[in-house]
Nanobody, 126 residues
Framework: QVQLVESGGGLVQAGGSLRLSCAASGRTFSRYGMGWFRQAPGKEREFVAVINWSGGSTKYADSVKGRFTISRDNAKNTVYLEMNSLKPEDTAVYYC???????????????????WGQGTQVTVSS
């Protein structure tokens, strides 16, 4: 079992920055990949970023590439999402998720993740 708790969401003006954190507990954190997803009202949950078990490999959705950075601290059992140059279209509930079956491959599909946090709201005003 893996428990995930996100924090760091909030209201920010367009062009601003936020850093989301996701604290994990349960199974050995350094043995699985971690992803961030988001879901806007009336839309499906979509992939944002993923990082492998060591932090050595990452992948991003085209919509956030160059603006968002995913990282992890295995000593703290935490994954981060640094979000810069935020746009109103980034407004959504952001979820972190664990892909315990995929420690090395960078999976972008929702179905590859078997544990999810409760989500944290990010609102970007224009």
């Amino acid at each position: 079992q893996v428990q995930l708790v996100e924090s760091g969401g909030g209201l920010v003006q367009a062009g601003g920055s936020l850093r989301l954190s996701c604290a994990a507990s349960g199974r050995t954190f350094s043995r699985y990949g971690m992803g961030w997803f988001r879901q806007a009202p009336g839309k499906e949950r979509e992939f944002v970023a993923v990082i492998n078990w060591s932090g050595g490999s990452t992948k991003y959705a085209d919509s956030v590439k160059g603006r968002f950075t995913i990282s992890r601290d295995n000593a703290k059992n935490t994954v981060y999402l640094e979000m810069n140059s935020l746009k109103p279209e980034d407004t959504a509930v952001y979820y972190c998720a664990a892909a315990t079956r995929w420690p090395t491959e960078l999976r972008i599909g929702v179905q590859s993740y078997n544990y999810w946090g409760q989500g944290t709201q990010v609102t970007v005003s224009s």
